[in-house]
C-alpha cells in the first residue's frame, strides 16, 4: 500500500480552479516530483496534502488514515511535514527556537536527539543557535526551513521549490542534503522549477499542466520524454545532454 | 475570489435583476417612494408635538447616517469620532447666533466649513496610517472635542452649554414647534441623499471604491490615496455641521452630552446596520436608531446600549453588507455588451483566468 | 516645579503607567497575533474591576479582610472569570470574522467593547462603586518622594505581571508557540501547532492582564467607575503603540512612559483637561510614530 495516495483532487480559490482531479501516489521511502510551469497548481496540490487550504474535492490517504479536509495541525502531527514555498521561517525567533518549534509535538528527549541529528545534517547552525531567523540569507533560511522540518519526524517530507532564488551553489548543497534524506528512508514529494535536478533526485515524477495531470511516469522515461525535453528542459529532440 | 471573479459574479447577479419583467420593476420602485412619501409626510397627518419631533430626529440621524456613509461606505474609513463635527457646528450656530446675531441661514454655512476645516486638520496627519489607527486617532479626536466642550467654557458653555438665542425663522415663519423643524431637517436629508448619492457614481466615488477595495491595488493605479481619503472625510463633515446646527435650534441648548462617544459609536452603528454604501439602507438605519432609541427610553431604560451593540454585532456576524445591502451596478454599457450576446458573458464565469 | 515636585509627578505617573502597561500587554499581544485592535480590552478591564469590588466585597462578609490574601484570591478569581469572557469575546466577535475585510472584525470587538461597558451600567445601575481599602492610608517617605503603600503595591504587582508574561512567552513552550504563531501563522500550524487554540489562549491571557489591571486600578483610587474602560482603553492603547505594538516588553515601557507623560499633563493644566491631553498624546503618537519608540516592526494589512 501507498504511503500518501491522492485521488481526484480538487482545489479552487473563489471561481478559480486551480486543481482539476488530480490523482498520484507517493510511495514508503521513494522521492517523487511533480513538474510543472509556473501556474499550474503545483503549490496548490501541496497545499491541500498539508490542510493550509481546504480541497474542494477529492480524497488524501496517508499510511491507513483519509486526511482529506483535516486542519493543518492534525496532518503534521500525522507524519507529513512541508517546507513551504518562500521558506517561512520565523524570522523574529533564533534558530534553536525554530528548530525546537518543529520538535513541538515531540517529547523533550526525543527534541534532543533529533536537534543533534539535524545539526549534523547542518553544522553550520551548531555555533549560531542564538542568532535570530530573519537575519539568515535566503539559502540558511532554507537549510533552516528544512531542518524544521526534518525535526518534525516526517514520514513524508514535502518540499516547494526548494532552490527558488538561491545561488547555483547553494541550490547543489540543497539537493545533496535532499538525496541523503532520501536515502535514509524518508519518504519525499518535491516540487521544483529546476526540472533537471528534480529528476535526477527523484525515481519517479508527474508533470502538472493547467491543474491536470499531462504526463506520469519513471524519471528516466520522463527525462526522455519529447514533450519534456521541450516544455521544461529547454531543448528538442535528438540533442545530446 | 479576485477583484474580476467577484465582478463577474456581480455582472451574473445583475444580468438576472434586468430578467424581472421592466413593469414590475417598475411598479416596485414607485410603490418605494410612494412608502417613502406616506412614511415622510406622518408628522403632518399624525400631528401633535411629540411625532413631528420624532420624525425631525429620524431626518437628522439620516443626515448623520449618510454623511459618515461616505466616509465608512464609500471610502472604508472607519470613524469613531463623527460627531465631533456635529458638535462643531452645534456650537458655531449658538456662538454665531448668541454673540454676533446671525441667523440660522448665516450660521449654518459657517458652521459646516468650519466642520470641513476641522476634519481637514484632523485628517491631514491621521489619513497616512492604517485603517485601526485611523479608527483609534479618530476616538480621540472625538474625545477632545468632547472634552473642549466641557471645559471651554467662554465659547460653549461649559457643563450647562449655550441657549437662549432668540427663536429663529425663515421668511417671517418662525420656528418655534417641533413641525416648523421638520421640513428643514427633512430637506437636509434629502440633499444629502442626492449629493452623496452623485458622488457615489463619480469619479471620486469610483475612486474611493477602489481604495475601500484594495488600497494597495488604488495606489498602483496612480490613484492619490490619502488626498482621495481626504476628500471623504471632508465631504462627510459637511453634513454632521449641518445638521448640528438644526439640532441645536431644535433643543433650543447646545451641550457636551449630545456629543459623547456613545453618539458617535451609534452613527457608526447606524451606518453598518443600514447598509454601507446605500443611500436608502443608512437612511433605514437612521430611522431605525430612532425608532429602537425612542422605543427603549420608554420601555427598557439603561438597555439601550445593550440593545444596540448586541444588534450592531448581530448584524456584523449575520448580515455584514447591513439590512439594505449597496449593490454595485456594472455600467449600463458593459451589461449592454453581455446581454446582447449572452454568451460572452457566460463564457465569461465558467473560465478561470490563469 | 522642584525638583521635588519632578521626583514625585514621575512617581505617580510611574504607578498608574504601570496599570496602563498591564492594560496594553492584551492589546499587544492579541495584536501580534492576529493583527487587530481588540477594542473589546477596555470592556475586559472594566469588567475585571467590577469583579474586583464584587469579590472584595463578598470575602469581606465572610470575614475575609486581611488585605494580601484577600487580594490575591480577588485577583486570581476576577482575572479568571474575565479570561473565561474574553474567549467567549474570540469566539463570537472574531473567530467567524477571521477571513472578512478588516473592518468587519473592527467594528465587532467595537460593538463588544460596547456591550460589556454596557451590561455593567446595567447592572450597577452607573453607580460609581467602591473599592474597600486594603492597606492603611499612612503614606510612605521615600527620600523626597511621598507615595502611599498601596501604590506601591501596585506598581510592583504590576510589573511582575508584566515581567511575569514577557517570561511565560519567551520561555516556555506554549510562549514559543504564540511568538511562532504570531510570527508566521500558516508556518506554525505547519509545525502541529494548533493555531486556533493558540489565538483562543492569546485573547484569554491579555483578557485576564486587563482584569489585573482593573482591581489594581481600582484599588489605588478607590472607586470604579462604568465609563472606566473607555478612557483607560484608549490610554493603554497609546501606550501599546508607543512601546510598538505586538512588542510584548513595549507595553510596559509605552505604559509608564504614557503615565509620566499623562501624570505630568496634569500639574501643568488643569484639572479637566487631563483627558484631552492624553488623547492629544495618542492622535501625536499614532501621526508621528505609529511604530513606536522601541522602533519595532509595523506589519502592514491592507
Ligand atoms: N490564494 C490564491 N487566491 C487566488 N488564486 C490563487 C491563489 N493561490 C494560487 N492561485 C491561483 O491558482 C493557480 C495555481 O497556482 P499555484 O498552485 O501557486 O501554482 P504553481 O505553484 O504551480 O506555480 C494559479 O492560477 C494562481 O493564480
Ligand atoms: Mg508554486
Not at chain 2, 311 to 333: K, M
Amino acid at each position: 500500500m501507498s504511503l500518501l495516495r491522492v485521488s481526484d483532487l480538487r482545489v479552487r480559490y473563489g471561481a478559480i480552479q486551480a486543481v482539476r482531479g488530480i490523482s498520484f501516489q507517493v510511495e514508503e521511502g521513494e522521492c517523487v516530483t511533480i513538474l510543472g510551469a509556473n501556474g499550474a497548481g503545483k503549490s496548490s496540490t501541496l497545499r491541500a496534502v498539508a490542510g493550509l487550504h481546504r480541497p474542494s474535492g477529492g480524497s488524501v490517504t496517508f499510511g491507513s488514515q483519509v486526511v482529506t479536509g483535516e486542519p493543518a495541525h492534525r496532518i503534521a502531527r500525522s507524519g507529513i511535514s512541508l517546507v513551504p514555498e518562500g521558506r517561512q521561517v520565523f524570522g523574529t525567533l533564533t534558530i534553536r527556537e525554530n528548530l525546537e518549534l518543529g520538535g513541538y509535538v515531540q517529547s523533550a528527549s526525543a527534541n534532543g536527539e533529533a536537534l543533534e541529528r539535524v545539526l549534523g545534517i547542518f553544522p553550520a547552525f551548531r555555533q549560531r543557535l542564538g542568532a535570530l531567523a530573519g537575519t539568515l540569507s535566503g539559502g540558511e533560511q532554507q537549510m533552516l526551513a528544512l531542518g524544521r522540518a526534518l525535526m518534525t519526524r516526517p514520514r513524508l517530507l514535502m518540499m516547494d521549490e526548494p532552490s527558488l532564488g538561491l545561488a547555483p551553489i547553494v541550490a547543489n548543497q540543497i539537493f545533496g542534503i535532499l538525496t541523503e534524506i532520501v536515502g535514509s528512508g524518508i519518504a519525499v514529494l518535491l516540487v521544483e522549477q529546476n526540472v533537471h535536478r528534480a529528476l535526477q533526485v527523484a525515481s519517479r515524477g508527474y508533470v502538472l499542466e493547467l491543474g491536470e495531470v499531462v504526463l506520469e511516469g519513471t524519471a528516466a522515461s520522463l527525462l526522455a520524454d519529447d514533450h519534456v525535453r521541450l516544455a521544461y528542459l529547454g531543448h528538442g529532440m535528438g540533442e545530446a545532454e | 475570489m479576485d477583484y474580476l471573479s467577484a465582478a463577474r459574479e456581480r455582472l451574473i447577479r445583475a444580468q438576472a435583476r434586468v430578467t424581472v419583467p421592466p413593469r414590475v420593476q417598475t411598479a416596485g420602485r414607485y410603490g418605494f417612494y410612494l412608502g417613502a412619501l406616506v412614511f415622510a409626510s406622518a408628522p403632518y397627518w399624525l400631528g401633535g408635538i411629540y411625532y413631528p419631533d420624532i420624525w425631525t430626529d429620524m431626518a437628522l440621524w439620516g443626515t448623520i447616517g449618510l454623511g459618515l456613509n461616505v466616509v465608512i461606505g464609500f471610502a472604508g474609513l472607519l470613524d469613531l469620532g463623527y460627531m465631533a463635527f456635529y458638535a462643531i457646528g452645534g456650537y458655531v450656530f449658538a456662538n454665531a447666533a448668541l454673540y454676533h446675531g446671525f441667523s440660522l441661514w448665516e450660521a449654518m454655512p459657517i458652521g459646516a466649513v468650519l466642520s470641513v476645516v476641522a476634519s481637514a486638520i484632523i485628517g491631514f496627519p491621521t489619513l497616512r496610517v492604517r485603517g485601526d489607527y485611523l479608527a483609534i486617532m479618530t476616538l480621540g479626536f472625538g474625545g477632545i472635542v468632547y472634552y473642549a466642550a466641557q471645559n471651554m467654557t467662554s465659547l460653549t458653555g461649559g457643563y450647562n452649554g449655550l441657549f437662549g438665542w432668540k427663536t429663529q425663522s425663515i421668511l417671517g415663519h418662525p420656528f418655534a414647534s417641533p413641525i416648523d423643524f421638520y421640513p428643514l431637517a427633512l430637506g437636509l436629508t434629502v440633499v444629502a441623499a442626492l449629493v452623496t448619492r452623485a458622488l457615489r457614481g463619480s469619479r471620486v466615488g469610483r475612486a474611493w471604491s477602489c481604495i475601500k477595495d484594495d488600497e494597495v491595488a488604488a495606489g498602483a493605479a496612480g490613484i492619490p490615496i490619502i488626498r482621495y481619503k481626504l476628500y471623504a472625510y471632508m465631504v462627510g463633515a459637511v453634513w454632521a455641521g449641518l445638521a448640528g446646527a438644526i439640532f441645536a435650534v431644535k433643543q433650543n441648548i447646545v451641550s457636551p452630552e449630545t456629543f459623547t462617544f456613545n453618539q458617535s459609536f451609534f452613527a457608526v452603528a447606524v451606518v453598518i446596520m443600514g447598509g454601507m454604501g446605500s443611500i436608502t439602507g443608512v437612511i433605514l438605519g437612521g430611522v431605525l436608531y430612532v425608532v429602537i432609541a425612542e422605543w427603549m427610553v420608554t420601555y427598557t431604560g439603561t438597555l439601550s446600549g445593550v440593545i444596540f451593540s448586541s444588534l450592531l454585532l448581530l448584524v456584523v456576524l449575520l448580515r455584514p453588507q447591513g439590512l439594505i445591502p449597496f449593490r454595485p451596478r456594472p455600467p449600463r454599457w458593459l451589461l449592454r455588451h453581455y446581454l446582447e450576446d449572452p454568451a460572452r458573458g457566460t463564457a465569461g464565469v465558467s473560465q478561470p483566468d490563469g | 516645579m522642584s525638583l521635588q515636585e519632578l521626583l514625585q509627578q514621575i512617581a505617580n505617573g510611574l504607578v498608574v503607567g504601570s496599570v496602563y502597561g498591564l492594560i496594553a500587554l492584551g492589546y499587544t499581544m492579541v495584536y501580534g497575533i492576529v493583527r487587530l485592535i481588540n477594542f473589546a480590552q477596555g470592556g475586559l478591564y472594566e469588567v475585571g474591576a467590577y469583579l474586583g469590588v464584587f469579590f472584595f466585597t463578598l470575602m469581606g462578609k465572610f470575614g475575609l479582610q486581611y488585605p494580601i490574601p484577600a487580594v490575591l484570591i480577588t485577583l486570581v478569581i476576577s482575572m479568571t472569570l474575565t479570561g473565561a469572557l474574553a474567549f467567549v469575546v474570540e469566539r463570537v466577535a472574531y473567530r467567524p470574522l477571521r477571513n472578512a475585510p478588516l473592518l468587519a472584525p473592527l467594528v465587532s470587538s467595537l460593538a463588544m467593547f460596547f456591550l460589556l461597558i454596557s451590561v455593567v451600567q446595567v447592572v450597577t445601575g452607573a453607580e460609581p462603586l467602591t473599592y474597600p481599602s486594603v492597606l492603611s492610608p499612612a503614606p510612605l517617605h521615600l527620600g523626597p518622594i511621598v507615595l502611599s503603600p498601596t501604590s506601591l503595591i501596585i506598581f510592583f504587582a504590576a510589573i511582575l505581571l508584566m515581567v511575569g508574561m514577557q517570561q511565560f512567552v519567551r520561555r516556555t513552550k506554549v510562549g514559543k508557540a504564540m511568538r511562532a504563531t504570531a510570527a508566521n501563522r500558516e508556518a506554525a500550524a505547519l509545525m502541529g501547532i494548533n493555531t486556533t487554540r493558540i489565538v483562543s489562549l492569546t485573547f484569554v491571557l491579555g483578557g485576564a492582564m486587563g482584569a489585573a489591571a482593573g482591581i489594581l486600578y481600582g484599588v489605588n483610587y478607590g472607586t470604579v467607575t462604568y465609563d472606566m474602560g473607555e478612557f483607560g482603553g484608549l490610554v493603554a492603547f497609546t501606550a501599546a503603540v508607543m512601546g510598538g505594538i505586538g512588542n510584548v516588553p513595549g507595553a510596559l515601557v509605552g505604559g509608564l512612559t504614557v503615565g509620566v507623560l499623562s501624570s505630568f499633563a496634569s500639574t501643568f493644566l488643569p484639572n479637566q483637561w487631563n483627558e484631552a491631553i492624553v488623547f492629544a498624546i495618542l492622535i501625536l503618537i499614532l501621526a508621528i510614530r505609529p511604530q513606536g519608540i522601541l522602533g519595532e516592526r509595523v506589519a502592514e494589512r491592507a
